[in-house]
């Protein structure tokens, strides 16, 4: 294992180095489009919100990052209007900061030929490119897709003590902009934004659905009992590399949210929710790219045989055939509904060592509600969350090697893994992983 890692991070930077040489390219996804396993972005910014790179440069490097689709989802925008154009300025700024000349001329050579720039006096404007454009110029038809959507960012301050809360929620497939809506407390948050998104679904033409993006970020604004009451909400983001908050506490925090969230759900028999890994990339430069809300921290990998296309996606998600991760790959996961068994298997790198652990909660599982009011640790705020009883998320099996199965017993209401490897993760922030790992998804 020792002698492994440095391994590990020579191959990430030749393969970094590789990106940054081929961006000017025309470039592809490995393995071409007889893969059934697609690995997909779901969280992206760019220059058409807080981004600090023009749409095309970030599509353009996760499609060289070895991406078969990539997310567009710019703070209370669809990138759908025409003319759009952008000051270069001398520096970044502050947030939600300016195109810098530095990253204009970065672009310029990275796409040469590819950015629309114009003069107007001494200034400096370049063009922002709509999604149309983007899939136009970068699209591969069943080898790389780019795909539409939206982070809805909502801000209010539902209680006085409490402070600021800010809601996070993604659009995926759905190609309009969405109103951020506010409320007087979580619950209601999430409600009326998931009404709005489901009227301008009934619109569209293709299927697509609406995310909940990294709940523990800034101060855990989103209690998991929002989630319990807005079973509508089918996916959030169990890893995310901007969540960098932590409440002291003694459990896995976004495992025990998870599965606080799962037994309640099916103890009521309402619908499960599925995890999703995801960068929440802002930035792409070599400088960048490897750190917090850079690129390739966070991942989701669909199972999405035949055709390649954004409606199948949409409905790959929405049947559960996807798995998330943060650097393990797995060859397949499979449930067989009729013996109730999760077979895991694991596609093992030299070198590293795995763990395959299973979790489930039991059906006589402590439903008490017991409220505790966890401080922020920097400023004068609060948040009153239910204190997660031991019951919940229970490890029912380990397996250390690269293939595992469990078969649910009559008591258990789910049973969903965890695949844990012994590489230490990419990044070293609150709510992002140790080391490297995956997720399935739960299954009943």
Known sequence: MDNSIPNVFMQRALALMTLFTMLSCPGAPSEGADKVWKKGALHTHTLWSDGRSLPEVAVKTYQNLGYDFVTITDHNIFPSAQDVWLP????EGAWPCSFSRREYQRSLALLPGKIQTKQLGLRTFVRLKPLSELRR???IPGRFLVIGGEEVTVMCQPSPKGGLCEYHMNTFHLEETLPALGGSSPSEVLRRNYECYQDAAKRAKEPSFLMLNHPFWRRWDVDARALIDNAQFRFFEICNNGSTEKIPDERDQPEAYYDFILAHRCAAGKELLYAVASDDAHFYDPKRIDK???????????KCPGAFTAKHLAEAFLRGDFYSSCGVSLESVNFDSKNRTLHVKVQAEPGVKYQVRFLTTKRD???????KDFAHRQARHFRRLPVIPKSIGQTVLTVNATEASYSMTPEDLYVRAIIVSDRPARLNVDCYPKTE???TQPYR
Not at 88 to 91: A, L, N, R
Not at 292 to 302: I, L, N, Q, R
Request: aromatic share 10%; with cysteine.
């Open 137 to 139: 110029d970068l699209e």
């Open 437 to 439: 790992r995956a997720w």
């Open 88 to 91: 270069v300025t001398g520096e």
């Open 292 to 302: 917090a809300t850079g690129c390739d921290h966070g991942w989701v990998m669909v």
């Open 365 to 371: 599982f402590d439903r008490s509600m017991v409220e």
